[in-house]
């Protein structure tokens, strides 16, 4: 032990933390958490040495400071063990690959991961400036050099070194945040970890099928899906790879992609399940439906995009609110699109954290159809290398698949065979034909939409964009049996509309839905007559999975509009409804019940958009990680979370205010609407920050409509 004592953080309820004692969990950690894909000596170098700087006696006298309670600036630490890694292997031993390994995780493990092109530099100065330093760090090192494994890694280039570094900066920052967590909160530290096994959940599902399967009626629909389970389930024995799973709308897509996943991870000795689906919407439902098969305890349900704080502060409450943010430790993950591949793009640690615990997983993608065009190269690209070099499977889930190993632009897909888990799937298109598809010729305005509304029982409307759907509401704002879906509701609001909403398309009475996007994948709601404004091929098509979903009438009714006075979201998705409607000029409306269809749409809408539009492949080469997570996003604009005042909302933020921890901000979640970055400055009076990029809104909130004060129109992808 060195003979002068150091501490890593402040007191905790057992006292100091000492630092070698953290050092060394540090890196006994992310040893663990890196072996699954090889780099488990090279992560506990980087664990050992995170904190080296720590020693620095500046470091500690700002330690004693703030723990009296008094004012202190930050003392920075992650450069110091940075600039030993530069130091020690590139300017004696000239390696310029390993001395990025350590230097970078090492350098951005609080304020993130630095663009490897330009760090040198820093470190050089550094090193010039600090001299000191690498003797403190050095005999420190010297003293417990007996620890350290051989240094060793795998040679790679290009975006697999990218992502490699990412990945162990991931076991680094997670080993990181549970020893500090254990170390201030053993309490909440506890509570992580202790899931069911897989192999639990496994004898568990097939318990829950056998009980629904000797319930169901045995109709068409219910024939299909069980033809749909059968064939994932023996899909599951094929060995780890990328698969297909084409399911028309109202398929048992949710559970019979479950059954596949878990058997699969099972029999392969994979870790966990990760579901990722792109609207905030249906993870309600599709957490709802998996925790009343498996159990409360076997879901975690992660849509959240908190910020902590991004700094090298030890103070308890920086530490606290850094620390309760999800790692995936759980075997079975509900997630969005955004929140996965955004996590695999960032440079923050808190979104990073959690990444390792992708490695040898099951990852579903359901509406794979829904990622944006403009960069799905960089997308695709990191799909086939967890494949290829973390052991991970990938679903690729949706009725309207996208083809993506016929397009020429992605030759990552092309040169991977891709296996169909559900072969005869045309000729279940064909059996599930419960929607007469019609085109309204000419343009309609509100009031004449309205009018239609009005004229029927139950029928649902939707609309490209939020504003579209609040103009029609207010057209139809006297009609008590008038319904609003939309991403300006929190997602506990949604829930208790859709299920009013469901409560009366079974008891046969009046409802009239205006929504947006987020009812078009994998909500389960049974119309008998659905009205949707021109959209994206694959949109439309998913609207029309929430007519006659049950196929208890001979036909539902699918019309599809061209609004006069709506518009569309910028961007690809106006694309896609410029290529739909070329479809629709070029095809009579029946032929959206063929699947042939979809590889001709995206085939022409790929071919108009650049799929690395924002170059993020060569920034992803050149080690830049503060750009690539810039330019990487499924949204375009950077939005933030509001929490409302619906229900008991302000309740929970005031608990997680309180005390920051994982379990608060969970229960925190089902309340938070997000709006783009820009309208903040414009809504000052009615947003009050409040921490890490999350605000109080005191705007009020509509019982119909939201949160809708001057608020325009974020994509539905949110996460």
């Not at 663009?115 to 760090?137: K, Y």
């Not at 050095?138 to 890694?153: D, I, N, S, T, V």
């Not at 046969?508 to 996007?517: A, C, E, M, P, W």
């Not at 229960?667 to 009050?688: C, D």
Request: charged fraction near 25%; glycine fraction near 6%; proline fraction near 7%.
């Amino acid at each position: 032990m060195s003979p002068i004592p150091c501490y890593a953080h402040s007191p905790g309820p057992r006292g100091w933390h000492d630092l070698y004692s953290h050092l060394t969990e540090v890196a006994r950690m992310a040893c663990q958490f890196a072996a699954p894909f090889g780099a488990g000596e090279l992560a506990y170098w980087i664990g050992f040495c995170h904190d080296l700087g720590k020693i620095n006696p500046a470091f500690q006298q700002y330690l004693e400071t703030v723990n009296c309670g008094q004012p202190h600036p930050v003392v920075p630490h992650a450069i110091w063990g940075g600039a030993l890694a530069y130091w020690l292997l590139w300017k004696h031993k000239q390696d310029a690959y390993m001395w990025k390994l350590l230097a970078l995780p090492i350098y951005g493990h609080h304020a993130g991961l630095p663009n490897g092109g330009t760090i040198s530099s820093v470190l050089e100065h550094f090193v010039q400036e600090t001299p000191v330093a690498l003797d403190q760090m050095m005999a420190y090192l010297q003293e417990h050099k007996a620890l350290l494994p051989r240094l060793r890694a795998p040679a790679l280039t290009g975006t697999r070194l990218e992502l490699f570094i990412r990945m162990v900066y991931s076991a680094l920052v997670d080993a990181d945040y549970l020893d500090t967590e254990g170390h201030f909160n053993p309490a909440e530290a506890s509570k992580r970890g202790g899931w069911p096994r897989l192999e639990e959940l496994l004898e568990q599902f097939k318990r829950n099928q056998q009980e629904f399967m000797a319930r169901v009626p045995d109709t068409l629909v219910n024939r299909v899906r069980r033809e749909v389970y059968e064939a994932c389930w023996h899909a599951a024995e094929r060995p780890p790879g990328i698969f297909r799973l084409t399911v028309p709308t109202g398929g048992g897509k949710t559970r019979s992609g479950l059954a596949f996943a878990l058997r699969h991870a099972v029999i392969h000795g994979l870790r966990r399940v990760v579901v990722a689906i792109p609207y905030t919407s249906i993870i309600d439902q599709t957490a709802t439906e998996y925790r009343k098969i498996l159990g409360n305890a076997a879901v975690v349900e992660h849509h959240s995009q908190l910020q902590p704080p991004e700094d090298e502060s030890q103070s308890e409450l920086a530490l606290r609110q850094r620390l309760a943010t999800e790692n995936w430790d759980a075997p079975l993950i509900v997630t969005t699109t955004v929140q996965l591949f955004e996590s695999l793009f960032s440079a923050r640690p808190h979104q990073a954290r959690k990444l390792h615990n992708l490695a040898r997983s099951v990852i579903l993608l359901d509406e794979v159809q829904s990622l944006p065009p403009e960069i799905l190269a960089p997308t695709v690209d990191v799909l086939r290398s967890l494949v290829e070099n973390y052991g991970v499977t990938v679903v690729l889930c949706t009725a309207t698949q996208p083809a993506l190993d016929r397009v020429p632009a992605l030759s990552d897909f092309q040169e991977v065979g891709i296996s169909e888990i559900v072969t005869d799937y045309p000729r279940h298109f064909t059996l599930l034909r419960r929607v007469q598809y019609e085109r309204r010729a000419e343009p309609m305005t509100w009031a004449e939409l309205a009018r239609e509304v009005a004229n029927r029982s139950q029928i649902m409307v939707v609309l490209n964009r939020r504003r579209d759907a609040l103009a029609l509401l207010e057209v139809l704002k006297e009609d008590p049996d008038v319904f609003h879906l939309s991403t300006l509701l929190c997602g506990a609001h949604r829930r208790e509309v859709l299920n009013e909403v469901k409560q009366r398309l079974k008891d046969g009475k009046r409802v009239r839905l205006i929504s947006t996007q987020v009812v078009e994948a994998g909500v389960d709601l049974d119309f008998p007559e659905v009205w949707r404004a021109v959209g994206p091929l694959d949109r439309i098509v998913q609207a029309a999975g929430r007519c006659n979903r049950e196929g208890a009438r001979h036909f539902g009714r699918l019309v599809i509009f061209e609004p006069a006075e709506g518009g569309s979201p910028s961007g690809p998705y106006k694309v896609g409804i410029e290529k739909a409607r070329q479809i629709l000029e070029h095809y009579p409306p029946d032929a959206l019940h063929s699947p042939d269809i979809f590889r001709e749409y995206f085939a022409e809408l790929y071919s108009t958009v650049n799929l690395d539009a924002k170059n993020i492949q060569q920034l992803r080469e050149d080690l830049n990680y503060p750009e690539v997570a810039s330019r990487y996003r499924l949204i375009a604009e950077d939005t933030v979370p509001v929490v409302v005042d619906y229900k008991d909302g302000f309740r929970r933020l005031d608990d997680w205010l309180r005390r920051p921890t994982l379990e608060a901000w969970r229960a925190l979640q089902p309340y938070v609407v997000s709006i783009y970055r820009r309208e903040v400055h414009q809504n000052t009076e009615w947003l009050e920050p409040v921490f890490g990029g999350l605000y109080r809104w005191s705007g009020g909130y509509d019982p119909k409509r939201g949160l809708v004060q001057s608020f325009h129109d974020p994509s539905d992808l949110i996460a």
